[in-house]
């Protein structure tokens, strides 16, 4: 088990450290662990200057409420900072697992704050200063990481911490340091200070293998995941908040003009633009690769003032993929926003068929369908058929849409 401190995942939850662990998981080496109270102090660094920006906002805006000569609205619209939490603390849930610190452990903190136990300390004592006790945070981090090693006999925990001016870089440690980790056996607790250790232990650089690369965002499984990922992304919903809004910008393929649509209706269908930087580790037997690839997406979309339809966007992501692990599937590490697809992009992607019919739906009412059909190979030389109905805008409810493959 690789267990954190908080200043490993200071700078976010999406960045090159997080693809490493993300890789060393995925290759199924080690697991990866984040201590309740770090994990608390990653979303209190979200949350406090959010909230701070938003009192500074509202401040200002009640001011030039009073300046202003006519009526403007008193308040700013009130944000959720318990939502807002609740988004980086699932954020950072998805860089490793969360270990709970129990009443115990967070009562053993205390207790070492109080009496300056380390890692605990005095700090700004100056002259009549007696200055003030802090740490249990820094305990209950360590006491979560010595008590798992503890209770797990049969794993190693890799405790990575950039923070030696308090948890030291490894034995000896001070007392009651060393006292908790009397009952793990010698090499059974390993302690790093950077991740460039953690690399040199699990991963070794390797040279991409292009060809393979390719092979693999080509494939169907690949694209299934960049659909999905795009819809739960992106998906549409009247009820959605402005934290988890699906809205993008686009091309409506009718007209080929720009569009400022409400999410996905549905998943859409993925073509492979481009590929861009690849970087490649062999850990243990395999290959892993972290990638940027650029995609077209084209698919049904939701409009404000207008009934639906087919869109195109383009949309970067970094992907991690195994090109000698054919069993692995490929994760999405993170993306960028959708883009509106340009010309080339779309003369690029499967041609699309209009069609347009009037149906008469169970009430006796006429509408017009509009069909939309592109045609696909697949790797057995079979055509696979994908089908879109949107109805007109006075029928919004009848929105239907069909697959055939």
Request: proline fraction near 7%; hydrophobic fraction near 35%; charge should be negative.
């Amino acid at each position: 088990m690789i267990i954190l401190d908080t200043n490993i995942l200071h700078k976010g939850p999406d960045t090159v450290t997080t693809d490493l662990l993300k890789t060393i998981q995925a290759a199924g080496v080690e697991r990866v662990g984040i201590p309740s109270i770090a994990l608390e102090e990653l979303v209190a660094q979200r949350v406090n200057p959010y909230r701070a920006r938003y009192e500074g906002a509202v401040e200002a805006w009640a001011k030039i409420a009073v300046d202003t000569p006519w009526n403007l609205p008193q308040t700013l619209p009130k944000v959720d900072v318990r939502r807002y939490a609740h988004h980086w603390r699932r954020r950072y849930e998805q860089v490793g697992e969360t270990l709970l610190a129990d009443e115990s452990i967070l009562h053993e903190a205390m207790v070492r704050e109080m009496n300056l136990l380390p890692p605990c300390k005095l700090v700004a004592a100056d002259g009549d200063n007696k200055g003030h006790k802090i740490g249990a945070r820094d305990a209950a981090i360590w006491l979560t990481a010595t008590r798992y090693a503890e209770e797990h006999p049969d794993e190693t925990v890799y405790f990575v911490s950039a923070n030696t001016r308090d948890f030291g870089s490894g034995a000896p440690y001070p007392h009651p340091m060393r006292i908790d980790l009397g009952g793990v056996d010698e090499g059974r607790f390993v302690h790093l200070t950077n991740v460039n250790e953690l690399v040199e232990l699990f991963a070794k650089k390797a040279t991409p293998d292009d060809d393979a690369v390719r092979a693999v965002l080509e494939s169907p499984s690949t694209a299934r995941l960049i659909g999905h990922e795009a819809f739960r992304y992106w998906k549409s919903s009247r009820f959605r908040q402005p934290l988890t809004s699906g809205r993008f910008e686009a091309t409506a393929l009718r007209n080929h003009e720009p569009a400022a649509v409400r999410g996905w209706s549905r998943r859409p269908r993925t073509t492979l633009n481009s590929i861009g930087d690849v970087k490649a580790h062999s850990i243990g037997p395999h290959v892993w690769c972290s990638v940027v690839a650029d995609w077209t997406l084209i698919g049904p979309a939701d409009f404000r003032a207008s009934t639906p339809q087919l869109v195109s966007c383009n949309w970067e992501t970094r992907i991690l993929i195994s090109t000698t692990q054919g069993d692995s599937e490929p994760s999405l590490l993170r993306s960028a926003p959708p883009q509106p697809a340009t010309a080339e992009q779309l003369q690029a992607a499967p041609p699309w068929d209009l069609e347009m019919s009037p149906h008469t739906n169970d009430l006796g009412e006429r509408y017009t369908r509009t069909t939309y059909r592109t045609y696909e190979e697949n790797g057995d030389g079979e055509r696979i058929t994908y089908i879109v109905n949107v109805p007109d805008e006075d029928n919004r409810r009848y929105y239907s849409l069909e697959e055939e493959e």
